[in-house]
């Protein structure tokens, strides 16, 4: 599947087509629709790279909420570490 963005959109925006991938698969990979690799590859970046890119972004490259932290904590726990 192919979509196109007008130039006249492009400019709207101040970017060039490989800034508008770039800031498209940061969104997607924040919002948890796409994985590093797959954001990556839609970025046209390699992995590092755009990691790099996430830190810049202040994007965490994990998403870890309240359920993680509370299985964490039943696990230590668990394992008498608390």
């Keep these: 599947m192919s979509i196109t963005i007008s130039d006249e959109t492009l400019n709207a925006c101040g970017m060039n087509p490989t ?8 969104l997607l990979f ?3 629709k796409l994985a590093i690799g797959q ?3 839609l970025a046209q970046m390699d992995k590092i790279h755009f990691c790099e890119l996430l830190k810049e972004r202040q994007i965490p490259l994990y998403s870890y909420d309240i359920e993680d932290f509370e299985l964490d904590m039943k696990n230590l726990r668990e394992l008498g570490r608390l």
């Design 19 to 26: 800034e508008f991938k770039q800031e498209i698969a940061l």
């Design 30 to 32: 924040q919002s948890g």
């Design 39 to 41: 954001a990556s590859k």
